[in-house]
């Protein structure tokens, strides 16, 4: 009898150990890149009159620490090795002035490693409002935040201090282009402290 129950341990273990050596399964659309961020759904469909303007996109970067922390998606510049940085962006039809939400936005973040130099990270933006204008609102939100895309970057804990930068790309169903980035400013800069 000791014998089985320790060949039955013995092949669960192995089995185990086979398994997680498995090599993972590709992130499905929408799945967390390595990067960082949450990645993209599909956009939806076209709306009826957009295209017709230029596309414009601009945000800014919060603390995006969950909702138990109350310094959650407060605007910030200034983040510590562990910190997710979060991206908030917005992308507007210049023809009708209302949410492009065929965008699909990327983020584009420069900083410096310790150990690999200087290094750019992509991180896809999502679009919140994908469940629609009568959805009720996600937890935490007032209402379905249908003009925002949302995406962070953890700052890893090789990167060196000072200031990153970072742009944002956008293309749409219609073809457009947009960018952005921030004031040239200085104090306006990101930056990773101590």
Request: proline share 9%; net charge positive; with cysteine.
């Amino acid at each position: 009898m000791r014998y089985l129950l320790v060949s039955l341990f013995a092949l669960t273990l192995v089995a185990a150990t086979v398994f997680a050596q498995a090599p993972a399964p590709a992130p499905a659309q929408g799945a967390a890149p390595a990067g960082g961020g949450r990645g993209a759904p599909p956009p939806p469909a076209r709306q009826p009159g957009h295209g017709t303007g230029k596309l414009v996109i601009w945000g800014d970067t919060a603390l995006f620490d969950g909702r138990l922390n109350p310094e959650n998606c407060l605007l910030m510049s200034r983040f510590k090795r562990g910190m997710r940085l979060g991206f908030r962006m917005t992308a507007i039809d210049g023809g009708t002035g209302e949410t492009e939400n065929t965008a699909v936005i990327t983020g584009h973040l420069t900083y410096n490693s310790k150990t690999k130099g200087k290094l750019t990270v992509d991180i896809p933006m999502r679009w919140r409002g994908g469940a629609g204008p009568n959805a009720p609102a996600p937890v935490g939100y007032l209402r379905v935040p249908l003009e925002l895309w949302t995406g962070f970057w953890v700052v890893p804990e090789d990167a060196e201090t000072g200031m990153i930068s970072y742009t944002m790309t956008a293309t749409d169903s219609f073809g457009r282009t947009a960018s952005f980035r921030i004031f040239p400013d200085v104090g306006s800069q990101t930056y990773i402290v101590d």
